[in-house]
């Protein structure tokens, strides 16, 4: 094969992975939006609210990422030069932290808003439910002890949902769990049966450093 040829054997075989990853996401929007439409009642995420895309990591693979700056490229000249300066300034924090986990808000969270809401990450997508971790243990959401998901089923000590204010709501769907931690989302099973591979897994910000 020529060099052109095999550049163009990879791109071809790149866009074969996003495709098969978007077939993926459609799945598993489908089935999140079904999670957030039954669990209504204990969801107060709202435009604007955006405390879940600060202080945080955000774990993303190859693919996730790939796909997200495909979003990026679309977005208007403004917006791109923003995120870019974003990503400046976290990595140089990035560089002068001497702690041990760095934290930072999203490049891409512009005016409290997602930029690339259509093309964010799966730790996106499942955020504001309550998880079940790969333990079976049930995983609150942070924002559940700043008045919001799930605030108003919890026990007045912050450990467990509390039957007695479920029953006082009069609401019909009950607060449960799901099984969609990061690890179960991007787990093997779906790359065999999508036909894509995830890539290497690092944190949001290491993908934009040398
Ligand atoms: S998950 Fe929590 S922090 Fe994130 S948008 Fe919803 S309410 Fe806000
Ligand atoms: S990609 Fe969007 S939804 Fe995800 S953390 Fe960044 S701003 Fe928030």
Known sequence: MT???NINADNISQNITISN???????ISEKLTKFFSKQKPYIFCQKGCAKCCKN???????????????????LDEDSQKRIESNLERII??????????FRYDCPFLLDDVC?????????CRGFGLLQNDKDGKVKVPFCCFEGLNYSNVMDDE????????????????????FNISYEFLTDPDFERGFNFK??????LIEWFMN
Do not use: H, W
């Open 21 to 27: 990853y978007v077939t993926y996401l459609n799945f």
């Open 56 to 74: 945080a990591q955000f774990p993303y693979t190859l693919t996730e990422v790939t796909y997200l700056m495909s979003g990026v490229i679309k």
């Open 115 to 123: 930029s690339v809401y259509e093309y964010r990450g799966l730790v």
């Open 158 to 177: 912050g450990k467990k949902i509390s039957p007695e204010k479920f029953s006082k709501l009069g609401v019909k769907e009950e607060p449960c769990a």
């Open 92 to 101: 140089e924090d990035k560089k002068n932290f001497k702690g041990e986990k």
């Open 198 to 203: 995830f890539g290497e897994r690092k944190p």
């Open 3 to 5: 060099e052109a040829e």
